[in-house]
């Protein structure tokens, strides 16, 4: 079975701060995206990253997808309430079917 | 361009019913997947319809059943409903493949099963 592994599957800070949530497998990925959910919504697409060691940034969050396309981080910076929610990463394989991680619920404290 | 639409998007059913939902996705798309989120087991795959036919499949059994139509919206039944079907189910509709194979996703169906 084919795992994506994420972590902290949970992660509660204050305003301001910085944090990074990892995706991690023993397998190889073409791709790597990153959703994030809001409750009572369908994931929201928010990167995509292609190439081994690509680093792409969308505002105050920073996405890497690893030398060796089987890992991928996202970290923010200085978060806000806003950036509450739960981030999902998954995997592509060349196909038409994602694997999942089970998703990392962050709170942003005011 | 509008946006991936579910309905309806609240139900309430009686364990042994049987529920059909709907998805339209994005215009374009042909591509429809369907999945089961519950808190427990995060974002299930159900199945994924291109061009009419069931292109892939997950591990469900047999009660959960889909179909698409020749305008690539999406239907999915799920019969004999059980107290552990109770879940948000999405749909997602897709253009491209490969490692471009992106998903945008509709708001979900909330199902309880009482």
């Known amino acids: 079975t084919q795992l994506l592994e994420q972590s902290p599957q949970f992660l509660s800070i204050q305003e301001g701060e910085n944090l990074t949530v990892y995706c991690n497998s023993s397998?190889?990925?073409?791709?790597l995206q990153w959703y994030r959910q809001e409750p009572g919504e369908g994931p929201v697409l928010l990167v995509t990253?292609?190439?081994g060691g690509e680093v792409k940034k969308l505002k105050r969050l920073t996405f890497q997808f690893g030398d060796a396309r089987k890992d991928s981080s996202l970290h923010i910076t200085a978060a806000q309430p806003g950036d509450t929610g739960l981030y999902l990463c998954?995997?592509?394989?060349?196909?038409?079917?994602?694997?999942w991680g089970a998703g990392t619920k962050l709170i942003i404290k005011p | 361009k509008a946006g991936v639409t579910q309905t309806p998007r609240y139900l309430i059913k009686t364990r042994g019913q049987q529920v059909t939902l709907s998805c339209s996705p994005i215009?374009?798309?042909?591509?429809v997947s369907w999945y089961q989120q519950t808190p427990g087991q995060g974002l299930q795959f159900l199945f994924e319809?291109?061009?009419?036919?069931?292109?892939n499949k997950g591990n469900f059994p047999g009660r959960f059943s889909g179909r698409q139509f020749s305008n690539s919206r999406s239907e999915m039944n799920v019969s004999t409903l059980e107290l552990g079907d109770s879940a948000l189910y999405l749909c997602?509709?897709?253009?491209?493949?490969?490692?471009?194979?992106?998903?945008?996703f509709g708001p979900g169906t909330r199902l309880t099963v009482t």
């Open positions: 997602a509709s897709s253009v491209g493949g490969g490692e471009m194979y992106e998903q945008y």
């Open positions: 215009s374009g798309h042909r591509s």
């Open positions: 319809y291109f061009s009419e036919t069931q292109r």
């Open positions: 397998s190889v990925f073409s791709s």
């Open positions: 990253v292609v190439t």
């Open positions: 998954a995997g592509a394989q060349g196909g038409y079917q994602l694997i």
